[in-house]
Nanobody
Framework: QVQLVESGGGLVQPGGSLRLSCAAS????????IGWFRQAPGKEREGISC????????YYADSVKGRFAISRDNKKNTVFLQLNNLNPEDTAVYYC?????????????????????WGQGTQVTVSS
């Protein structure tokens, strides 16, 4: 049973930073990928970053490239998303999702249906 639990969200001022965590359990394969999505009110869900163990690749959407950084703890199966230089447009519920089919990270950017398992989400609010 795959379970994903996000944490680390909160209220920050513009220009601030947060680090989100996605703790995964039940990943029985060595080839998996964890992706981060976000959804703001009235907007479509957006895939923003991914890291894959299949080839060690990472992916960033243009909207966050240069500001966010994804990484993982190999022993704990935990994936982090460092959110830097936040602006109010980053306000959203942030979700992590898992792919267990061994796709490279870039697949997230071309597959609207990417993601087999989802966490509950964590709220990020950027406001002064």
């Amino acid at each position: 049973q795959v379970q994903l639990v996000e944490s680390g969200g909160g209220l920050v001022q513009p220009g601030g930073s947060l680090r989100l965590s996605c703790a995964a359990s039940g990943l029985t394969s060595d080839s998996w990928a964890i992706g981060w999505f976000r959804q703001a009110p009235g907007k479509e869900r957006e895939g923003i970053s991914c890291i894959s163990t299949a080839d060690g690749s990472t992916y960033y959407a243009d909207s966050v490239k240069g500001r966010f950084a994804i990484s993982r703890d190999n022993k704990k199966n935990t994936v982090f998303l460092q959110l830097n230089n936040l602006n109010p447009e980053d306000t959203a519920v942030y979700y992590c999702a898992a792919d267990l089919t061994g796709l490279p990270a870039r697949a997230m950017g071309v597959m609207p249906s990417w993601g087999d398992y989802w966490g509950q989400g964590t709220q990020v609010t950027v406001s002064s």
